[in-house]
């Protein structure tokens, strides 16, 4: 499968826990999106990277949001000291420039409890 | 900053009839549009893009948009619905730069669950 995966596809932890989540983005794709989806909305963005370099976030990023690409290849999302208002489907989407079709993974659900 | 409405979040439709799922935006700048499909318990995937050129882009399964930039208008239609075709439907919008830099980042509308009933 040469797709957009993310690992892993559900999590469930208690409020103050720590979370990562991992995407591997097509592989020739230089771009990586991350976007978070909650019931009866449209997926909002939250931070983007090309390459290895993190080149824009949105204001939901909040300070215990952060998001790394080390190597130009997969990224992890962390989410610390978790509330459960970050319950949300976190999606992860790759492209290969500006323009072209953003390939979105399956998602990581995250409840908080 | 843009911004991407979907008036309708809920459409019922009969199998073979037409369908019209609404689309407007909000930018200062020009734009790309897309219509992306969330079928049940799949990822979103791209139903169709509008870059530049013609205002009327198609996809392979009969769906098409028409970019109305007066209107800041996308809406998607299809003359005959199948009950395959049941599905969210997302709107989003993306900043068109002639030049380096700027957001890639798409705003998505709210969406619009389609039921095809038969």
């Known amino acids: 499968d040469t797709g957009v995966s993310q690992n892993p596809r559900h999590k469930i932890t208690k409020r103050g826990q720590n979370v990562t989540f991992r995407c591997d983005p097509i592989s020739e794709h230089n771009r990586l999106y991350w976007y978070r989806q909650t019931l009866g909305q449209g997926p909002e963005f939250l931070t983007y990277?090309?390459?290895?370099?993190?080149?824009?976030k949105s204001r939901l990023l909040s300070d215990r949001f952060s998001a790394e690409r080390p190597k130009g290849s997969f990224s992890t999302l962390e989410i610390q000291r978790t509330e459960q208002g970050d319950s949300a489907m976190y999606l992860c989407?790759?492209?290969?420039?500006?323009?072209?079709?953003?390939?979105f993974g399956p998602g990581t659900r995250l409840t908080v409890l | 900053a843009q911004s991407v409405t979907q008036l309708d979040s809920q459409v019922p439709v009969f199998e073979e009839a037409p369908v019209e799922l609404r689309c407007n935006y909000s930018?200062?700048?020009?734009?790309?549009l897309f219509w992306y499909v969330q079928y049940p318990n799949q990822g979103l995937q791209l139903l169709l893009k509008y870059l530049s050129g013609s205002t009327l882009v198609e996809s392979i399964n009969g769906f098409e948009a028409e970019f109305n930039k007066s209107q800041t208008s996308f809406h998607l239609r299809k003359p005959s619905v199948h009950i395959s075709d049941t599905a969210e439907y997302f709107c989003?919008?993306?900043?068109?730069?002639?030049?380096?830099?700027?957001?890639?980042?798409?705003?998505f509308g709210k969406g619009t669950k389609l039921t095809v009933n038969p």
């Open positions: 930018s200062s700048v020009s734009v790309y």
């Open positions: 990277f090309q390459n290895e370099a993190q080149l824009e």
């Open positions: 989407a790759s492209s290969l420039r500006k323009g072209n079709e953003q390939f």
């Open positions: 989003a919008v993306s900043e068109s730069l002639p030049t380096q830099g700027g957001s890639e980042k798409l705003v």
